[in-house]
């Protein structure tokens, strides 16, 4: 239904909106609020572009295409990403996003933050990662972390952030039941910390700059192989450093 949002601005709501068809495009330059949104085309990258606001107040789907965009992007039920078709790559590229409830990656796949232009991802929330095989990525983009980020329970192999920069200020947690392995070719800033559980592995294999509150610690394995890594404490069952220096 078309409203207004109390500012006398034409407003959007839906209550549930579908989005299957292979080239399909949405655009809206209306403050727009979608209860729950179904982004699952069938093959190819269609676009949801949004020049205005968009407000996912339910669950948010989405296994397919590109959300793009000048305007805003903000969820606050679980979001599923289940990459599917197009190489099995997730294209966020819209200028600003805010995810306020959950992020489970459940299929493998990418998600790719920009497209050539520099984009930050600031995860806020608990960003769990069901899958081996996953990847976060983006040659001009930033992953800042002030929430949580972690394997799940099944979650067995290897898993990806490669970003230009990824920022830990919160809590990376890999504790699989089974032996995982996240690795980490970002540089960035590590103020928060790194818990590595029993028979799983985190490698760093870029430049890390550790704050007076960068911790690594747990039962698992720390593997380093950045030209440079600075952490406050280490405290692993196994370390190895198999190229540059750790500090």
Do not use: C
Request: hydrophobic share 35%; aromatic share 6%.
């Amino acid at each position: 239904r078309f409203d207004s949002n109390g500012d006398g601005e034409a407003a959007l709501f839906i209550d549930q909106f579908s989005m299957t068809s292979s080239q399909g495009l949405f655009e809206t330059s209306l403050s727009t609020t979608i209860n729950d949104i179904y982004m699952t085309p069938t093959r190819s990258t269609p676009r949801l572009e949004i020049t205005s606001s968009l407000v996912v107040t339910g669950s948010f789907m989405w296994t397919g295409g590109q959300i793009t965009g000048s305007g805003s992007l903000k969820t606050k039920g679980p979001v599923q990403l289940s990459p599917t078709i197009s190489g099995n790559t997730l294209y966020l590229t819209i200028l600003t996003s805010s995810f306020g409830n959950s992020i489970t990656f459940e299929t493998a796949g990418t998600l790719q933050l920009g497209t050539g232009s520099s984009l930050t991802l600031q995860n806020e929330v608990v960003f769990t990662i069901a899958a081996a095989g996953s990847r976060i990525s983006g040659s001009h983009s930033t992953l800042d972390n002030r929430g949580t980020i972690l394997t799940a329970a099944q979650h067995t192999g290897t898993s990806y952030i490669s970003t230009t920069k990824f920022d830990n200020n919160g809590r990376v947690i890999i504790e699989s039941d089974l032996a995982s392995t996240l690795a980490v070719s970002a540089s960035g800033k590590l103020e928060g910390t790194y818990e590595v559980g029993t028979a799983n592995e985190l490698q760093l294999q870029a430049t890390v700059e550790g704050g007076q509150e960068g911790v690594v610690t747990g039962h698992g394995s720390l593997k380093t192989s950045g030209s440079s890594v600075w952490l406050a404490s280490v405290n692993v069952s196994s370390l190895l450093v198999s190229g540059g220096s750790l500090t």
